[in-house]
């Protein structure tokens, strides 16, 4: 099936759709870390084409385009994506933002054939960490993301769903596969450090400013609450279905609903009734504000980024590592004047 011009329009702007939400990019930390330098191996991208099933079932033949990059073993590591502009329409909005983009690896290529978000993962949404490089130089800005790959499957080819991955003309892409380490939980500069060819060797004792909190100070309180956080409806029309999968009501966007567990690709949100993942919907754990004094937020380097005023409230997407992670790498620490309610 041929599609005119203007069709083609359509499908790509769907494919980025699935991609363009912003998420909290929060790598896990360490109490040590040590990661010795190992050779990276280079990889070089591949295109898959295939057919896209859109909403209602109509298949547009050799419509749907995925990026992959495959390893020369089934082993862990932690793979690197460089991207560079190439003709992506909106790489100066990436540029300029203060957030991190959503980005995926699959193990199969990300909205061909049918397959969505809930195509198998290749990694979770704490699996990654991304890097804005030269973010104040317009001509040389690229992104740098790092995915932690902790069980590869047989194939070992992984897909990139991101802003633009189904185009070829987007980006110039590099990429580079160090087997056997892990370098998400890393802060910004000791990525930085370790790409020159360093090993990084930090005990607990010497300051480790990686989003955590592992020390013997506050911790974060347990809730009395039997849902685990709350989801946030972004558009309208979004499917809130029975028991029986049936749809038994359309949500308005601006609704703020109770989420008792994450099954699969569902949030459950009580009596049986469920909402599926999707770019319409965002799942935050919580809010925290200030009781006294100003609550400091820290950058993902572990410097002071700003501080907010008492009794002003910020989502928190998570609270790994004993912090309260709230987007981009961004957290607060716990502390006697925080308070932490769902």
């Known amino acids: 099936m041929k599609l005119g011009k203007a069709l083609s329009i359509v499908l790509v702007s769907a494919l980025l759709m699935g991609v363009t939400t912003l998420i909290p990019n929060t790598p896990s930390a360490q109490a040590a870390v040590n990661v010795p330098y190992v050779k990276p191996e280079i990889i070089q991208e591949q295109w898959a084409i295939g057919d896209y099933v859109n909403s209602i079932g109509q298949v547009f033949e050799d419509a749907a385009r995925n990026v992959g990059f495959k390893t020369s073993k089934a082993e862990p590591g932690t793979l690197v ?201 965002s799942f935050y754990v919580g809010t925290i504000y200030s009781k006294k004094g100003d609550m400091v937020i820290y950058s993902p380097n572990g410097k002071v980024y700003k501080k907010i005023k008492p009794k002003q409230t910020v989502k928190v997407y998570s609270t790994k590592n004993n912090v309260y992670q709230i987007g981009g790498g961004y957290y607060v620490l716990p502390g006697s004047n925080i308070v932490f309610q769902r």
């Open 81 to 281: 994506v460089e991207l560079r502009k190439k003709e992506y329409c909106c790489w100066e909005s990436i540029r300029t933002s203060n957030a991190t983009y959503r980005a995926f690896l699959y193990n199969e290529p990300y909205m061909l054939d049918g397959r969505n978000e809930s195509a198998p993962a290749a990694t979770d949404i704490f699996d990654k960490a991304m890097d804005f490089i030269n973010k104040n130089d317009k001509e040389n800005f690229y992104l740098r993301i790092a995915f932690n790959i902790k069980k590869p499957d047989s194939d070992h080819t992984y897909w990139l769903a991101f802003l633009g991955s189904n185009d070829p003309r987007s980006y110039y892409y590099k990429a580079y596969f160090y087997p056997g380490v892990n370098l998400v939980p890393l802060s910004r500069a000791q990525r930085d450090a370790y790409f020159k060819g360093q090993n990084i060797n930090i005990g607990a004792s010497s300051g480790n400013n990686t989003g955590s909190n592992t020390s013997n100070k506050p911790t974060i309180p347990k809730l009395n609450v039997k849902y685990i956080g709350r989801l946030v409806v972004k558009s309208n029309n979004v499917a809130m279905y029975n028991s029986k999968g049936e749809i038994h009501r359309r949500l308005k966007r601006g609704e703020d609903i109770r989420v008792y567990a994450i099954q699969g690709n569902r949030y459950l949100i009580g009596g049986g009734y469920y909402v599926l993942k999707s770019s319409s919907t």
